[in-house]
């Protein structure tokens, strides 16, 4: 089993540009999340789709769409990106309400 | 401000040794679950525990929760140099699908 996949690895973009950060799970969960990690400040949530179909922000939304294009695949993306959303994304999948989440590897982003 | 706070912020310690890591929280919660993060890579699930539960075990690993101190305390018993890594509580209100989590502790077992 692949578990949550993320694409790409890594990333270094120019402040101003755009890109979509890529994330799909075949563990058939309802709920995706998106989490950003920045040194010394744990894990945030930036968005998450609790269902297929639905969208709601987190703590960190400000700069961020989300995507859920199907119920395996949820997409982050950045319109312009900035300096300040340098961090490590992470992707993250569960079936129900108070079940554990299972992470991606992660996206390594930099923004110069 | 974040809801879970892991305490101490780093912990070194021998092999063989007992690592003690806590988990404050400020609201009610479903339930509080630790992670483990090996560096570079994604967050590994560790023992979920529920709000009507006040101890869990896994090997090597024991939880404890306290609701009426909202904390919660990760035990990692007869540690091995494969357990550096960081180590995150997450904790779960009673409503919507928001996760809160702390900021972690380090954890460095030296062989």
């Known amino acids: 089993n692949a578990g949550v996949t993320q694409t790409p690895k890594f990333q270094v973009l120019k402040t101003g540009q755009s890109m979509t950060l890529q994330c799909a799970q075949d563990m058939n969960h309802n709920s995706m999340y998106w989490y950003r990690q920045d040194p010394g400040m744990g894990l945030r949530l930036i968005y998450y789709?609790?269902?297929?179909?639905?969208?709601d922000k987190g703590e960190v939304p400000n700069g961020y769409n989300v995507s859920r294009l199907n119920k395996r695949e949820f997409s982050l993306r950045l319109e312009s990106a900035a300096p300040s959303q340098t961090s490590v994304y992470f992707c993250?999948?569960?079936?129900?309400?108070?079940?554990?989440?299972?992470f991606g590897a992660g996206t390594r982003l930099s923004v110069l | 401000s974040q809801q879970g706070e892991e305490d101490p912020q780093a912990l070194s310690i021998q092999e063989g040794e007992n690592a003690t890591m806590n988990c404050s929280y400020k609201t009610s919660i479903n339930n509080l679950q630790w992670y483990r993060q090996n560096s570079g890579r994604g967050l590994v699930h560790l023992i979920l525990i529920r709000s009507n539960e006040r101890e869990k075990h896994s090997g090597r690993l024991r939880v404890t929760l306290d609701t009426s101190k909202k904390s919660s305390s990760l035990l990692i018993t007869a540690s091995r140099a494969a357990d550096t890594a960081s180590y995150f509580c997450a904790t779960e209100m009673n409503y919507g699908q928001n996760f809160v989590f702390g900021p972690g502790t380090r954890l460095s077992v030296l062989p």
């Open positions: 993250a999948s569960r079936l129900l309400r108070g079940d554990i989440q299972y």
């Open positions: 789709s609790a269902s297929e179909g639905t969208t």
